[in-house]
């Protein structure tokens, strides 16, 4: 079992930036692909960035190419995500997971433990 917590959640106008990390417990975080989701209200989770364990490949929906940016530092098990020139329709709940199963980057199905959540609140 593997244990995920977000934090660096909030509230910022657009515009701004904020950094989320991902703590991971125990000592096989650097084996597994990490990646951020996001879910609003109403609508369902969704895929935002990826990072393959080594760092050497990066992956971005369409949406926050551009201003978000996925990086990892394994000697500390966690993982990032800069968000910047945030928008309103970033609002969410943020999650990281680690991808344990096969399957695509973007497909939630493929991640196999999930943290608990951080709000980001952007607005206009």
């Known amino acids: 079992q593997v244990q995920l917590v977000e934090s660096g959640g909030g509230l910022v106008q657009a515009g701004g930036s904020l950094r989320l990390s991902c703590a991971a417990s125990?000592?096989?975080?650097?084996?597994?692909?990490m990646g951020w989701f996001r879910q609003a209200p109403g609508k369902e989770r969704e895929f935002v960035a990826a990072?393959?364990?080594?760092?050497?490949?990066?992956y971005y929906a369409d949406s926050v190419k551009g201003r978000f940016t996925i990086s990892r530092d394994n000697a500390k098990n966690t993982v990032y995500l800069q968000m910047n020139s945030l928008k309103p329709e970033d609002t969410a709940v943020y999650y990281c997971?680690?991808?344990?199963?096969?399957?695509?980057?973007?497909?939630?199905?493929?991640?196999?433990?999930w943290g608990q959540g951080t709000q980001v609140t952007v607005s206009s």
């Open positions: 997971a680690t991808k344990g199963l096969p399957g695509l980057v973007i497909s939630p199905g493929a991640y196999n433990y």
């Open positions: 125990g000592r096989t975080f650097s084996s597994y692909t």
């Open positions: 990072i393959s364990w080594s760092g050497d490949n990066t």
